[in-house]
C-alpha cells in the first residue's frame, strides 16, 4: 500500500506528460475543422499518407538510387521506408562494432584489468550534448573541416563525407553506439564462468565455446541494445537535419514539416500515430523473441 | 481504485485545459508587446564599417524606451512567417513585422488594424516612393488596402550570390542565364538552395521562363522535375542561416540568396580581413521581391504605442542604425542619402522603378499555398 503511494508522482507525471498528449494526438488524428469552423471525424489524415495522387520512386535500402529499380509509391511511404532502412543500416554496424566491443570490455572486466577506465571512456561522450556532438562532427567533415585539411597534406581529397547517406550514418552510429554496447556489456559480465569451464571440459575449443555457449546467452542484450539504437534512429531528425544537409525528409522531419509549416494537424498526428504503431510493434517483436530466449536459454 | 481514476481524470482535464487556454490578464497599457524576425533589429551597441564609411549603431529598443519613458517593452522574435502566424492568435502583439503575402492575408482574414496615418507623420514623410506602385495580390481592391494596414520595414530581393573567384563576374541577369548555375554538375555539393518552398520553386520557375505565381499544372511539373533532378545530380546543400558561413568560407560556389544575406557575408569577409568583392550577387529579371512590414494586429493592446513605435522607426537616424545593423534594403529615403555609394546605387538591392515593375512578389491564396505545399513534399520526398 505504501509503495503505491511513493509511485503517485510518477503516475501524475506520466498522465499529464504522456498520457494526456498522446490523447491529444489520437484526437487531433481523426478531427478536422470543416469552412465553417466546426470539428468533424475523419480519415482524410490517414488517407491522405496513403494517397497515390503523388508518388516517387521507393528508395528502400537503395532500391532507386543504387538498383535503379522504379517502383512508384506514395510519398510518405518513401520517407518512411528511408528513415527505416537508415535505422536498420546503422543498428546493424552498431551490433557489428559494438559486440566485439562490448566482449573486450567484459573479458577485462573480469580479468580485473582496468576495464572501469575503457568503459568510462565509453560513456564520456554521453555526458555532453548531442546537438554538441554532431556540431563537433560538421567540423570533422567538413570539405574544409579537420579531416579533409589533414589528408590534404598528401595530395588526398577533398572527400564528400557530409550531407549523404554515409555523414547520416556516421552520425547515428557515433550517437548510438554506447546504446548498444552497454547492454550487451551488462549481460556478458553476468555470464557465469562455471558455465564456460563446463564447455571447456568437455571439449569445446573457444570458437564452439563461443558459438554454442556465450553468444546464445548474450542474446537478450542484443535484443535490448538494438531496442535501444533501432527506436531513436528511426526517430531522429537532428542528425539528418544537421549531417543531412536539410536535404533529407525523414519521417521525424515529415511530422515536423506538417505541425510547423504546412500546419495539418490531421497529417502530421495521423503520421505520428502511424510511427508509434510501428514502433510499438517492432518492440513487441523484439521483447517476444528475448522472453523465448530467456526462456530457452542453456541452462533454462 | 475508483479514487484513482477520478484522481487520473482531474489530471487530465486539468492538463487539457492548461493547453487549451492561455494565460494573461495583466494591465497591458504600460507594455509595448513587439514580435520581429531574429536579427532584424538594432539591438547592440558598436560600430560598422561599410565601404570604408564608420556607423555607430545601438540598441533602438533602448532608445525607444529613453524617448518614451513610460512604456515597457516585451521583444521576442521568430524565423519564420509560419511560426508567427499561429502565435497572434495565442498572444496579443502590439507589433508584428511579417512579409508581404502574409500581411495579405492577415488583411484578408480581417487580423489586423488600419493604421492611423496622422500618427504616423515620419511614414508619410520618408516612405520610398518606388514602393508605391506593387502589385501585392492579383485581386487589386486588397493590393490598393495593403499600405493603409502596414508600413514598410525593410526589404530585399532573390537573387543568385556567387563566388567571383570560381565563376567570373556575371552580368547578363536574364533568369535563364544567372539561374543554369544551379542546375549545373560542375557544381555537385557545392550549391546552396533555401529549405524555403516559395525560393526553391521560385527559383525554377524564374529559370524556365514561368511566373513564381503560377498555377499551370504542366508549368509547376515542369518546375518539380527540375528541382528534382537537380537534388540527385547536383546535390544542393540545403540551409537558411548555416549556408551564409559555407558561402564565407568557399565551401559553397553558389546559390539562391536573399540580397541582406549577401551583405552578412561581404561583412563576414570583410571582418575575416577577406575581400568582400570575392562573393558577388545577381538579380535576375522578373524574380522575386519581398518586404517586410510593421502591422498592428487586430487583438493587439496598446495601439497608442504600436504608433508611436512605427513612426520612431522612421525616425532617420533609427532607420540608419537598422539598416546598418540588418543589411537589407531599407525603404527610407533619407537612409540611401547616408549609406555608401555603391549599395545604394547596385541595381541588386535597390532595383530601380524599372527592375521593381518586373519583379513578382510572391501571392498567397488557398489553391497556391496547397499546390505548392504537395510539390514541395514530393521534391523533398525524393
Known amino acids: 500500500m505504501r509503495m503505491q503511494k511513493l509511485a503517485a508522482p510518477y503516475i501524475i507525471w506520466m498522465a499529464v506528460f504522456t498520457i494526456a498528449p498522446l490523447l491529444l494526438v489520437a484526437f487531433y488524428a481523426f478531427s478536422a475543422y470543416d469552412a465553417a469552423g466546426n470539428l468533424y471525424f475523419t480519415l482524410q489524415g490517414f488517407r491522405s499518407i496513403f494517397s497515390t495522387e503523388s508518388t516517387v520512386a521507393l528508395d528502400f535500402l537503395g532500391l532507386s538510387s543504387i538498383w535503379h529499380v522504379d517502383l512508384q509509391v506514395p510519398i510518405y511511404i518513401n520517407v518512411f521506408a528511408k528513415s527505416l532502412s537508415l535505422a536498420l543500416v546503422s543498428t546493424l554496424i552498431c551490433l557489428v562494432a559494438g559486440y566485439p566491443a562490448a566482449y573486450i570490455l567484459a573479458q577485462r572486466s573480469k580479468a580485473k584489468k582496468g576495464s572501469s577506465f575503457l568503459l568510462f571512456l565509453f560513456v564520456l561522450p554521453m555526458w555532453m550534448n548531442a546537438l554538441l556532438r554532431t556540431y563537433a562532427w560538421l567540423a570533422l567533415l567538413e570539405p574544409n573541416g579537420i579531416i579533409n585539411s589533414f589528408i590534404g597534406i598528401f595530395g588526398l581529397g577533398p572527400v564528400q563525407f557530409l550531407y549523404n547517406d554515409f555523414g547520416i550514418g556516421l552520425g547515428m552510429v557515433y550517437n548510438y553506439l554506447p546504446f548498444m554496447v552497454l547492454p550487451i556489456h551488462s549481460v556478458l559480465l553476468k555470464i557465469d564462468r562455471s558455465v564456460v569451464e563446463a564447455a571447456e571440459d568437455l571439449g569445446a575449443n573457444k570458437k564452439q565455446t563461443f558459438l554454442k555457449v556465450i553468444f546464445p546467452l548474450s542474446l537478450p542484450g542484443i535484443f535490448s541494445g538494438i531496442n535501444m539504437v533501432f527506436m531513436p534512429a528511426m526517430t531522429t531528425f537532428l542528425i539528418p537535419d544537421l549531417l543531412g544537409g536539410g536535404r533529407y525528409l525523414l519521417i521525424g522531419n515529415a511530422i515536423e514539416r506538417q505541425f510547423m509549416v504546412s500546419r495539418d494537424y490531421t497529417v502530421g498526428s495521423a503520421l505520428s500515430i502511424l510511427l508509434l504503431v510501428f514502433v510499438l510493434a517492432s518492440m513487441r517483436v523484439l521483447t517476444k523473441y528475448e522472453e523465448d530466449n530467456a526462456g530457452g536459454g542453456v541452462l533454462g | ?382
Not at chain 2, 138 to 143: C, F, L, Q, T, Y
Not at chain 2, 161 to 175: A, C, F, K, Q, V
Not at chain 2, 294 to 321: G, R, S, T, W
Open chain 2, 1 to 382: 481504485m475508483k479514487r484513482r481514476t477520478l484522481a487520473l481524470a482531474a489530471v487530465l482535464i486539468f492538463t487539457v485545459s492548461l493547453l487549451l487556454t492561455s494565460c494573461g490578464g495583466k494591465d497591458r497599457s504600460k507594455t509595448l508587446v513587439i514580435y520581429n524576425w531574429g536579427e532584424y533589429m538594432s539591438r547592440e551597441s558598436d560600430t560598422y564599417t561599410l565601404y570604408g564609411q564608420d556607423y555607430e549603431i545601438t540598441d533602438v529598443i533602448e532608445d525607444f524606451k529613453t524617448a518614451y519613458p513610460e512604456y515597457d517593452v516585451v521583444y521576442s522574435t521568430y524565423d519564420d512567417n509560419e511560426k508567427m502566424y499561429p502565435m497572434i492568435d495565442k498572444e496579443s502583439f502590439d507589433i508584428i513585422i511579417p512579409s508581404d503575402y502574409m500581411v495579405v492575408r492577415l488583411i484578408k482574414e480581417n487580423r489586423l488594424q488600419k493604421l492611423d496615418m496622422t500618427k504616423l507623420p515620419n511614414v508619410s514623410k520618408y516612405v520610398d516612393p518606388r514602393l508605391g506602385n506593387i502589385e501585392f495580390d492579383p485581386d487589386e481592391a486588397i493590393s490598393n488596402q495593403v499600405y493603409s494596414y502596414a508600413a514598410p520595414y525593410m526589404y530585399c530581393t532573390v537573387g543568385l550570390i556567387y563566388n567571383r573567384d570560381e565563376l567570373g563576374m556575371l552580368s547578363d541577369n536574364d533568369p535563364a542565364q544567372v539561374w543554369q548555375t544551379l542546375f549545373d554538375t560542375r557544381w555537385e555539393n557545392r550549391i546552396g538552395m533555401y529549405n524555403s518552398m516559395r525560393e526553391s520553386i521560385g527559383a525554377a520557375l524564374n529559370y524556365l521562363g514561368y511566373s513564381l505565381n503560377t498555377v499551370a499544372a504542366a508549368e509547376l511539373e515542369e518546375a518539380k522535375q527540375l528541382l528534382i533532378e537537380q537534388r540527385k545530380e547536383v546535390k544542393p546543400i540545403v540551409g537558411i542561416d548555416d549556408l551564409k558561413d559555407k558561402y564565407v568560407s568557399g565551401e559553397l560556389a553558389a546559390g539562391i540568396a536573399w540580397s541582406g544575406d549577401h551583405v552578412v557575408c561581404q561583412q563576414k569577409l570583410e571582418d575575416g580581413g577577406q575581400d568582400p568583392e570575392m562573393l558577388q550577387y545577381i538579380l535576375p529579371e522578373g524574380s522575386n521581391m519581398s518586404i517586410d512590414m510593421m502591422c498592428i494586429p487586430e487583438n493587439a493592446q496598446n495601439v497608442e504605442a504600436a504608433h508611436k513605435f512605427i513612426n520612431f522607426m522612421y525616425e532617420p537616424d533609427v532607420a540608419l542604425k537598422n539598416a546598418v545593423y540588418v543589411g537589407y534594403s531599407s525603404p527610407h529615403i533619407d537612409v540611401l542619402n547616408k549609406l555608401p555609394e555603391e549599395i545604394t546605387s547596385n541595381n541588386s538591392y535597390y532595383p530601380d522603378a524599372e527592375t521593381v515593375a518586373s519583379l513578382e512578389l510572391y501571392y498567397s491564396s488557398e489553391e497556391i499555398d496547397s499546390t505548392y505545399d504537395k510539390i514541395w513534399q514530393t521534391i523533398l520526398a525524393n
